[in-house]
């Protein structure tokens, strides 16, 4: 979602300009070494977490970008003291990308999420604690949709294969980025991945202050 708002600002999210540069430059990669960048910190090296960091801070450079970021992203994780958070309206290009490098790093180790000052990881509130938006955030009570990147994902994209080789889309993904967001849209149509929230059992439109998940606006 965060390269589809970069390139959504730049005016490139028809071609997913941006998406795709990154994704492919993460195949080649060599990340090795990437757990020392400056503004990285993590509990335990993870050169991976760190890669992505610094390729989300040149990804907001442009104010465009990091003002439609700000307005409309919203990021789940869970941290050592705060618990259950959703951050939102950052006030920092690295706030974002600290908190985008905790919330997409598989549990490897905590990342120290500056502005909240906490360690956070990867932690998925709509999957694992059934809390989609609250009603300040969707005041006209709009149908709200929710993409399952869960089980039923991973049970169809292991009999997806990258085109010309047998290596499941489900892990192989970031190596034929075309064939990942071609399968994306053809399950865009599909009920069993792509439905109303209420159909996963995630629930919408409760008071702010109420649930296990706490909003945190900076």
């Known amino acids: 979602a965060f390269f589809c708002l970069v390139d959504e600002a730049l005016g490139t999210d028809q071609s997913l300009t941006t998406y795709k540069r990154v994704y492919n430059s993460y ?3 060599n990340v090795s070494g990437w757990s020392s960048v400056q503004g990285c910190n993590t509990t335990t090296p993870d050169d991976d977490s760190c890669w992505w960091y610094d390729q989300y801070k040149q990804a907001l450079q442009d104010s465009r970008a990091f003002e439609n970021v700000r307005n409309k992203l919203k990021i789940s994780m869970y941290c050592k003291r705060s618990g259950s958070v959703v951050l939102y309206n950052f006030t920092s290009i ?16 905590y990342v120290w999420v500056s502005g909240l000052d906490d360690w956070c990881d990867d932690w998925d509130v709509a999957t694992q604690e059934n809390s989609g938006f609250p009603s300040r955030f969707n005041p006209h009570h709009l ?3 929710y993409y399952s ?7 169809s994209l292991w009999v997806s ?3 010309g080789t047998l290596l499941p889309v489900f ?3 970031y190596s034929c980025v075309d064939d990942a967001i071609n399968l994306g849209k053809q399950q865009f149509n599909n009920s069993w991945y792509y439905d109303l929230a209420a159909s996963f059992s995630i629930s919408n439109d409760f008071e702010y202050t109420s649930g296990t998940v706490t909003w945190v606006e900076r």
């Open 27 to 29: 195949k080649d990669a």
């Open 94 to 109: 690295d706030q974002v990308a600290t908190a985008l490098a905790a919330a997409g790093n598989g549990l490897v180790s």
């Open 143 to 145: 149908p709200v949709y």
């Open 149 to 155: 990147n869960g089980p039923r994902l991973r049970s």
């Open 161 to 163: 294969f990258c085109s």
């Open 171 to 173: 892990i192989w993904g």
